[in-house]
């Protein structure tokens, strides 16, 4: 069995979700704030956190003036914050974009998810097409090499005032068995019980 023919079958919930349709309402921004970065740009609180936005807003961070985030909560214990972001339909194509996968490792509960595209190169770990439920693209903030240390080989994005942001990814998943709020966070646990976790 020569290795050049074998092929991945995956199950139907992991079909290839690149040419889907997705409606723009089952879009979404998400933003994780990490100690230090981005502080007092959008938020008073101090990271790390999660912002979540609705749609695909293309700047970092969302820059129109009527646009603010769902959910901009910081943990404290007690009390736990209300929950933010709308219930999720079954049976629909979602998508989310998410800023800070070069250092955040990303985890959706429930539902494996695709990877659609990312910035900067891929580290030839997590390609485009391949699914996951956690993700961190450390290449993601390079533009030609890996690690990109200097700050001359990282990417500039819409909206940022200087090199050094943290990557970004476009995930799709299908809610084909569960509606409502899906939990997700960053998989560093210290920065998940401070606040970089949204549901």
């Known amino acids: 069995h020569p290795a050049w023919k074998f092929s991945v079958r995956r199950p139907c919930y992991l079909v290839d979700m690149r040419n889907a349709v997705v ?5 979404r921004h998400i933003e994780f704030w ?21 749609g695909l807003r293309p700047n970092f961070p969302p820059q129109e003036p009527d646009v603010g985030p769902l959910g901009e909560v910081k943990f404290d214990d007690p009390p736990m914050p209300d929950a933010y972001g709308s219930d999720l339909p079954l049976g629909e194509a979602m998508q989310w974009l998410i800023n800070g996968v070069a250092y955040h490792p990303f ?8 990877i659609y595209n990312h910035t900067g190169i891929t580290d030839g770990w997590s390609l485009v097409g391949d699914w996951q439920d956690t993700l961190i693209l450390t290449a993601s903030n390079c533009i030609s090499t890996f690690p990109c240390g200097s700050s001359d080989d990282q990417l500039l994005p819409s909206g940022a005032t200087e090199k050094g942001w943290p990557g970004e990814v476009v995930i799709r998943w299908w809610t084909d068995q569960f509606p409502g709020r899906y939990i997700s966070h960053c998989h560093l646990l210290t920065h998940e019980d401070e606040g970089m976790m949204f549901y």
């Open 23 to 27: 409606e723009e309402s089952h879009m």
């Open 34 to 54: 990490g100690a230090g970065y981005g502080e007092g740009l959008i938020t008073n609180f101090p990271g790390p956190m999660a912002i979540m936005y609705d």
């Open 107 to 114: 985890h959706l509960h429930v539902s494996p998810f695709q």
